[in-house]
């Protein structure tokens, strides 16, 4: 017995190592590279299924965007055009770009006019809410009467409505003379049908006074800009107005600015929209 036990333990390695052997005969490094390798494959093909989806899916929502957008009109509002062919200032305004410029000649003088389609974000969520809404429903109106209950009275007041369409706009006013006159740098806040200046700058250099440049905005920074406008005698601040509204800088102009802006970063929306779903559809 001893004997045959002692065979048989002896036999077990043996047949431990054939047992053993089996299975690394059968992962063979072959084997196991196309194991390894078949998850991997799975996981790569149904990524571009997904990517595909968002892309399709943002899509569609841009769409929807669009239209709501196009359905509003990218055509120029009848007040703003009003004011134009009446104003001396002439309009530079390039899409895609988010500055608006108003140039014109007063006598020996040269006047502009900048502002930004920005500034619409500076009034408050409420406010701005509101605003969109009373704007639509004049747009709505003024396409289709017969949806106002009052009639004619209330096509009547519709620039009355419309030149409440106000928030703050930052305009910088610069006014300019030949030779060595320079230039004076007006920084005024659009607003409620009034200019609200902040601060005068003399600028002795008129080049520097119209310069866009971001040395020559930090070089006029640097420059002494005055008292603040509201310290001022109050009769100095009187004859200044009256200086700008001579100019036709004035309250016309004030409810023109905020209604341009507005109607301007609508169309600008809708071309960023444009560009961005041609974008994402891009192969």
Request: charged fraction near 30%.
């Amino acid at each position: 017995m001893f004997a045959l036990r002692t065979a048989a333990a002896r036999a077990l390695p043996a047949l431990a190592m054939r047992s053993v052997a089996v299975p690394r005969t059968i992962l063979s490094p072959a084997i196991l590279a196309r194991a390894g390798s078949a998850p991997l494959a799975r996981a790569f093909s149904s990524a571009p299924l997904t990517w595909n989806k968002t892309d399709k899916d943002l899509i569609t929502v841009l769409e929807s965007e669009i239209k709501h957008e196009e359905e509003q009109g990218e055509e120029v509002p009848e007040y703003i055009t009003n004011y134009l062919k009446s104003s001396p200032f002439d309009i530079t305004d390039k899409t895609g770009s988010d500055e608006v410029i108003l140039t014109r000649k007063f006598g020996n003088e040269d006047i502009k006019i900048v502002f930004s389609v920005s500034d619409i974000n500076s009034a408050d969520d409420e406010d701005d809410v509101d605003l969109e809404e009373e704007f639509e429903d004049e747009q709505q109106q003024s396409q289709n009467p017969s949806l106002s209950a009052s009639g004619e009275d209330d096509v009547e007041d519709e620039g009355d409505d419309l030149d409440s369409l106000t928030f703050p706009v930052r305009c910088l006013i610069t006014v300019s003379k030949p030779g060595n006159a320079g230039s004076i740098s007006i920084d005024a806040i659009a607003q409620d049908g009034a200019f609200i200046v902040e601060s005068i700058s003399n600028i002795k250099d008129s080049a520097l006074a119209t310069a866009t440049t971001s040395e020559a905005d930090w070089e006029k920074r640097g420059l002494y800009s005055g008292p603040p406008f509201a310290e001022l005698d109050e009769e100095l601040q009187i004859a200044f107005e009256k200086f700008l509204e001579e100019r036709q800088i004035d309250g016309d102009l004030a409810n023109f600015v905020p209604n341009y802006v507005f109607h301007k970063d609508q169309v600008e929306y809708t071309h960023w929209l444009k560009d961005l779903k041609g974008f994402v559809a891009a192969k």
